[in-house]
Each structure stands twice: as C-alpha cells, then as structure tokens.
C-alpha cells in the first residue's frame, strides 16, 4: 500500500512517499514492542519552494513526486498533511498537527529522543515526547521570525554568501561577538551595524547563529530539555547552527537523516496506522 506525508510550511513543502507491507499499523508502537521491526520504505522524498499559492504548490509537489516514481493518484491509499499551510492542501484525506508529525517521524529515527527542536524560516517550536510516541508539551515562537530561520537567510544576503559558504565560515570564527546582554533582539539592523564596523565575517556569521540559538534555546526551557534532544527541519542541515546550539544548550543534540523530511515522514508514518488521537499542550512565546 502507498501512502503519502506533505509537510507545508511558510517556505518549503516537502513530500514523503511510502511503501507499507501492512496498513493500519503503528510502526511507532511496533517498534516498541520488536525494535526488529523493519521500517516502511520510502520511496521518494522530494521538496519546492512554497510560494504564496500553498494549495496549488502543494498540489504541484504532490504531482511531481507521484511522476518521479511512476505512480497514479489511484495508487495511493492515503494522504495525509501536516505543517503550518497543510489544512489548504484540500486534496489530502486527512491532516496532522506538526508536533504529532515530528513525534512519528522522530522516533523512527531516533529512539531516544525525549526532545525535538523544529527550527524553520518562520519560527521554531520544541517538541516533547514521550518514548511511546506521545505529545507532552510543545512551545511555539512565530511572532519573532527576524530572529530565527529568517534571519540566516537575511544575513547570508548581507555577507554576500549562500547558506553554506555561511556556515564553512562561521566554524573558522574564535571570536564571539555576540553578547545576549548587548540585545533585546538581534535582527537584520544588527548584522548591518557588524558589517559597517568592518568586522570579520566569519565573527558577524558566528554572532547571528549564536544569536538564533540563544533564542532557540530560551523557546526550549519553557517545556524543559530532556535527553535526548533531536533536531529538524531546514536550520539541522546547518552545522555552524547546530554548534553553537549544542552550546546555547549544553546538550548533545542528535541529527536524524534528512532532518527536513522528518515531518512530512512522520506524516506518512501516521498515515500507515490510519488514526490519531492525541490532545496536544501549546505554550506561544513572543
């Protein structure tokens, strides 16, 4: 049986396709009981830039991964969205809350995980879970996107380079410049004031991802960080990031494969068992 996870943010919309040997099955619960127990198989993972149309790229990423693998609309028994846009993608049988998603998707591939940072362009969220794949608790920040995901994309702009030239040079950096104290919140204006002081720019790449993990990190002690702690989404491909995180911390922060499908997996996986029932805690940080 075929099954279908899309995951439909603010900026990217990622799409998981999966094979199952046995539908109605919580792989997440199975796996519990036999850790033998093979995973679905994926058959593709694919993403697109999300544009301001989120039903009509969804629909587009969705037909574009069907295509990839050579598989009709009737071949797939379900499909199930998650993310902030994923209600507009009508197409779908059914959606899911994220941090229902994550959980699914996290714990097929980290199974200690008791944690889960999500950071993306527009925000971030910490996740916590239990180990039978439950959400206890989950804080959001969105009111401040200037100072998380978007900021990096700000910056790398501003210091003329892409998002990995941004994190190479950030890790050469042994000069932190950024000080919590200095700032009530760190943006755009700020990196701007570090270039016209004619600082390194390994230094002023290393001051925005301290900064965005600080921010990060504050998100996280409202529900509290416990081991182990998964990271996803677009900014865990990010290894200065992911540093300076683990610093912010003080945890080992664990990196599942293709942290930015995790979602839109977890989606699928959920959409293998066919229910959800799960009542979800939201603390909103601003």
Known sequence: MIVVGIDVGSRHTHVYVMEIAKPKV??????????NTPTPKGLLKYGMLTGTNKSEIA????????KQVHLKRSDVARIWTTGKYGKQAMFASHFIPD??????????????AKTIIDVGANGCRVIRIS???????????ERGAADTGMLHEQAAKLLGMNFQEMSDSSLKSTNAIFKNSHYNVFDKTDVLSLIHQNL????????????????????AN???????????????????????LKQATGKDIKEPHNPEFVCAFGAAVAAAAGTVDEKIGTKDSG
């Open 26 to 35: 919580d792989y997440v619960i199975e796996q519990i009981r036999d850790p």
């Open 59 to 66: 629909e587009q990423a969705y037909k574009e991964a069907l």
């Open 99 to 112: 941090a229902i998603a994550n959980t699914h998707g996290v714990l097929l591939k980290v199974r200690t």
């Open 131 to 141: 180990q039978d794949g439950r959400v206890l608790d989950r804080a959001i920040y």
């Open 200 to 219: 390194p720019k390994e230094d002023i790449a290393r001051a925005v991802y301290d900064s965005i993990a600080v921010k990060v990190s504050s998100i």
């Open 222 to 244: 409202i529900v509290g960080l416990e081991d182990d702690v998964a990271i996803v989404g677009g900014m865990a491909k990010n290894a200065a990031f992911v540093q300076a």
